[in-house]
């Protein structure tokens, strides 16, 4: 069975949005000093990527092929968490920024479950919009905090 265009197109941009948050998470990892913020931070990039595989072996099993090139829009999005950059190590501006960029990824996120054309992956898609919604708020809370130990 293959999936429609129209889902592959939305689950696209749902890895997209994923790889971008992995990438951001790496980068504002290398700006903190406290070694459990920087544990987190690599922990939200590894949930990021495992979410992206489980999205496209999900494309792959159902016969269709994932297409990886880049565009304008993910080069601009990946670039979030390098604005942070220059700031004082731990500052909770970087936190900041990174709950921004979870807010956009739930904002894909909300767009691909208000739709019809997730078929079978809805379940898996609405699990993993559950546990960024979780990763936004425990990033709002450290942010909040301005950084304690995770």
Same mark, same amino acid.
């Given at each position: 069975? /293959?999936?429609?265009?129209?889902?592959?197109?939305?689950?696209?941009?749902?890895?997209?949005?994923?790889?971008?948050?992995?990438?951001?998470?790496?980068?504002?990892?290398?700006?903190?000093?406290?070694?459990?913020?920087?544990?987190?931070?690599?922990?939200?990039?590894?949930?990021? +990527?495992?979410?992206?595989?489980?999205?496209?072996?999900?494309?792959?099993?159902?016969?269709?092929?994932?297409?990886? /090139?880049?565009?304008?829009?993910? /080069?601009?999005?990946?670039?979030?968490?390098?604005?942070?950059?220059?700031?004082?190590?731990?500052?909770?501006?970087?936190?900041?920024?990174?709950?921004? /960029?979870?807010?956009?990824?739930?904002?894909?996120?909300?767009?691909?479950?208000?739709?019809?054309?997730?078929?079978?992956?809805?379940?898996?898609? +609405?699990?993993?919009?559950?546990?960024?919604?979780?990763?936004?708020?425990?990033?709002?809370?450290?942010?909040?905090?301005?950084?304690?130990?995770?």
């Amino acid at each position: 069975m /293959s999936i429609t265009q129209e889902t592959n197109g939305v689950i696209e941009g749902l890895i997209e949005a994923l790889t971008d948050g992995e990438l951001g998470f790496k980068v504002a990892a290398e700006d903190v000093s406290k070694a459990t913020l920087k544990q987190f931070l690599l922990g939200l990039a590894a949930q990021r +990527a495992q979410f992206a595989r489980t999205l496209q072996s999900q494309v792959e099993r159902l016969n269709d092929e994932f297409d990886d /090139s880049d565009d304008t829009a993910g /080069s601009a999005h990946r670039s979030w968490a390098q604005s942070g950059r220059g700031d004082l190590p731990d500052d909770p501006g970087l936190l900041g920024e990174c709950e921004k /960029s979870e807010e956009s990824v739930l904002a894909v996120y909300r767009g691909a479950l208000k739709g019809q054309s997730l078929g079978e992956a809805r379940a898996m898609v +609405a699990d993993q919009f559950n546990k960024i919604r979780m990763a936004r708020d425990q990033i709002a809370a450290l942010r909040e905090s301005k950084a304690p130990e995770v």
